[in-house]
């Protein structure tokens, strides 16, 4: 009696040292808390993606932990730096899951990074939400685990392409892509949408990623005399190949994705980024006639009055409040299961704030739309209908 009465004092004692239950019945959740895992470039060229993933992540966080957490836990977030290079963001997943014993992934950015982490994720049973890229495979029924919340980048390519066409009449039309998984993807999106109008790409060019080396692309390119380039890629090299295409005065329509973070674009490119298109997957980060965006802008200066809002971090806020509603639905017995059941088990409409996000057996998309931005000479953006507002800058009513 007197050995089991040790036993259960020293558990009690632990409890009381590490602030959980007596034990924790799932990875990374506590009876004080729930321990969330993310890994996403904090420095390099895509440094503001992540960095801005992980803001709107924390605003959403820390506005539902200051009134209390879900289910009486607050919500805690690790976040690891990968510098946007897949085996670093490997270790990081191994980290996070082996050692960090998290109970989620969350944010990740990057298609070539999520691509290196998700099936580490997938084999040790952890949910991965809302990862920061359209890429298909993050789609597949299969991955029951995946949570995404933005539209595809086929969806993107092809609404380049339609409204290229279609508003424009543009028939030459050009690529710069990032060779990796990432450009890939974007890349085989742009030819299946060129297939189906009967059209092929007059040039193609490439860089390295976590580069700027784009000189070599451009002079491919402008031998081509494209009448548009689409690109697909992070702000600095976009930034850097329109700046050296303006100066050789090769002036084409360009379009990019919204991975390429928009903000972090119009601040590199300057005066040089007037009329640049950029596809977006969320509501503008300024229109206070969403509630949604009303929100976020609320909730980011709670965390920094001084805070500056922005397409990512409005993307990163918008997964956050999703975790925090499937967390809720959830109950507080919460285990990996029973969050993705909350996306899995049957069909279900999300609403955060005015914004609907759907789910169901084999769908573990949550939205659909695109939006065309163009960025104005103040470094803003303007939504638009169609391209040839882009000229005129008639506002989305």
């Known amino acids: 009696m007197k050995f089991r009465s040790l ?8 409890s ?3 602030g959980t239950s007596l034990w924790a019945e799932e990875a990374g959740v506590f009876s004080d808390r729930i321990v969330l895992g993310q890994s996403a470039a904090f420095e390099g060229p895509a440094m503001a993606l992540g960095l801005g993933m992980r803001q709107g992540l924390q605003a959403a966080f820390n506005e539902v932990n200051e009134q209390g957490g879900v289910h009486g836990r607050r919500i ?3 976040s690891l730096n990968d510098g946007y290079e897949p085996d670093r963001a490997i270790a990081n997943t191994r980290q996070l899951i082996e050692k960090d014993k998290v109970f989620a992934l969350i944010g990740a950015v990057g298609t070539p990074t999520s691509k290196a982490a998700q099936p580490l994720a997938k084999d040790a ?3 991965f939400i809302g990862p920061f890229t359209g890429a298909g495979f993050l789609r597949d029924p299969d991955n029951t685990h995946v949570v995404n919340v933005r539209a595809t980048y086929d969806q993107e390519t092809e609404a380049w392409i339609k409204h290229l066409t279609e508003d424009l009449d543009s028939q030459r039309i050009a690529i710069l892509y990032q060779d990796d998984s990432f450009g890939r993807v974007g890349l085989a999106g742009v030819k299946k949408a060129m297939e189906k109008r009967q059209l092929s790409l007059v040039a193609e060019g490439t860089y390295a990623r976590n580069s700027v080396a784009v000189k070599t692309a451009l002079l491919k390119i402008r031998k081509a005399k494209p009448d548009a380039i689409v690109m697909v890629g992070s702000y600095k090299p976009i930034a850097a190949f329109v700046k050296l295409a303006r100066k050789i005065r090769l002036d084409p329509h360009f379009v990019t994705i919204s991975f390429v973070g ?3 674009l119009a601040a590199e490119l300057g005066s040089a980024g007037e009329g640049v298109v950029v596809t977006q997957v969320v509501p503008s ?3 206070t006639s969403v509630e949604l965006v009303n929100q976020y802008q609320a909730a980011l200066a709670r965390q920094n009055v001084s805070a500056e809002s922005g397409f990512v971090s409005l993307e990163g806020y918008l997964v956050g409040r ?7 639905r959830a109950g507080p017995d919460l285990s990996r299961d029973e969050l993705i059941n909350q996306f899995q088990q049957k069909e279900v409409a999300i609403s955060i704030g005015d914004v609907v996000l759907n789910y169901g057996p084999g769908d573990n998309q949550g939205m659909e739309r695109v939006y065309l931005s163009v960025l104005q000479e103040d470094g803003t953006f303007r939504y638009v ?11 989305l009513p």
């Open 16 to 18: 009381c040292l590490y």
């Open 385 to 395: 209908e169609r391209l040839d507002q882009a000229i005129n800058t008639a506002e």
């Open 7 to 14: 036993v259960v004092r020293c558990t009690l004692l632990a």
């Open 262 to 264: 928009s903000k972090a």
């Open 285 to 287: 980060h300024t229109d």
């Open 76 to 78: 805690e977030l690790l």
């Open 322 to 328: 999703l975790m925090i509603e499937a967390l809720e």
């Open 125 to 127: 049973g952890v949910p």
